[in-house]
């Protein structure tokens, strides 16, 4: 879903990079109030394994792919705002060394894949966490509705914004965009669970270091 | 049991990296859209090319090219956010 230099008008690009800019600013203030010890490995490894996790495409239906996105399992683990952090480092990264995202197009892929994924996510898991009194089951399946709806949400913004930009319609773009995402999100769904169930059944204290 | 949990946490990360030569070279759904509807060529070339297309430049074997790209930009981002996580802590303590 990065999407590359040359799909989006100036003014989107300008927008969402506005949008992108006062959330790392957010982000950094609000993790800076809650981050301890325990955090800082915890951001770090989410940052190697998601960079890691989105080189693997899946394919899913006709000859397409998808990959993982991981801001929802970083929002469950750490909350939105480190979120927001550690996807904007990872999106910086593939588009500055690995030519993955353009570099004016960076504003928007954060704005979709850091900020509405992480948010998203993050709300869609603590409404079912809550729901179902906190259970075993009632986290993964929370973070895993949360992820499902955190690429299929992203997938429309990204729509949204090449429409906006005049590069498809939406009539177009927003069917297209979200068919094929609601597909990757199962992927999504899938990972994310499964990787929060690898860490609950070794080390369960780490899902309670939540910094927002 | 307390052993340093994050040293498997980033070993499962270049284990991922290693492997991801095996990644489907299907395009991805943003790619796949604008193949079909033709404005692929609306995408303009980067400013720059680093290790463009995960695949680490002047090295014959493919699958080589991208593990190695793959394994550095797993340490990089690991590096490069614990840094900037233990920067936000230290200023946190001040």
Redesign the interface.
């Known amino acids: 879903?990065?999407?590359?230099?040359?799909?989006l008008s100036a003014p989107v690009a300008a927008a969402t990079g506005v949008v992108a800019v006062a959330a790392i600013a957010v982000a950094?203030k609000e993790?800076?109030?809650?981050?301890?010890?325990r955090?800082?490995?915890?951001?770090?490894?989410?940052?190697?394994?998601?960079?890691?996790?989105q080189?693997?495409?899946?394919?899913?239906a006709?000859?397409?792919?998808?990959?993982f996105v991981g801001a929802a399992l970083a929002a469950v683990l750490l909350g939105p705002w480190a979120t927001v952090?550690?996807m904007s480092?990872?999106l910086v990264?593939?588009s500055?060394?690995?030519?993955?995202g353009?570099?004016l197009a960076l504003g928007a892929n954060i704005t979709n894949m850091g900020l509405i994924a992480g948010f998203s996510s993050y709300y869609i898991y603590k409404g079912i966490d809550m729901l179902f009194k906190k259970g075993r089951a009632a986290t993964l399946v929370g973070a895993g509705v949360g992820a499902w709806f955190s690429v299929v949400l992203a997938?429309l913004a990204?729509a949204a914004e090449l429409s906006l930009s005049g590069?498809?319609p939406w009539i177009?773009?927003i069917p297209?965009?979200g068919g094929?995402?609601m597909l990757?999100g199962v992927g999504e769904g899938l990972i994310t669970a499964a990787v929060l169930s690898l860490v609950m059944a070794?080390?369960a204290d780490?899902l309670k270091i939540q910094i927002v | 049991m307390k052993s340093?949990?994050?040293i498997i946490?980033?070993s499962?990360?270049?284990l991922?990296?290693i492997?991801?030569p095996?990644?489907?070279?299907?395009?991805?759904?943003?790619d796949?859209?604008?193949e079909?509807?033709n404005?692929t060529d609306?995408?303009?070339e980067?400013?720059f090319?680093?290790?463009?297309?995960?695949s680490f430049p002047g090295i014959t074997s493919d699958t080589t090219a991208?593990i190695i790209?793959?394994v550095l930009?797993?340490?990089?981002?690991?590096?490069?956010?614990?840094g900037?996580?233990?920067l936000?802590?230290s200023?946190?303590e001040a």
């Open positions: 879903m990065h999407i590359p230099d040359g799909f950094v993790t800076n109030k809650k981050i301890g010890e955090q800082v490995p915890m951001m770090g490894v989410l940052a190697a394994f998601i960079f890691a996790a080189m693997l495409n899946f394919p899913v006709g000859g397409t792919s998808g990959h952090l550690i480092s990872v990264v593939q500055l060394i690995f030519q993955d353009g570099l997938s990204c590069t498809s177009i773009a297209a965009m094929v995402h990757i070794t080390r780490l | 340093k949990w994050w946490g980033l499962i990360a270049l991922l990296a492997i991801s095996l990644a489907s070279k299907f395009p991805d759904g943003l796949r859209f604008a079909e509807y404005f609306k995408a303009v980067p400013f090319t680093v290790i463009s297309d995960y991208t790209a793959g930009g797993t340490l990089i981002l690991f590096g490069l956010v614990f900037l996580a233990t936000l802590k200023k946190h």
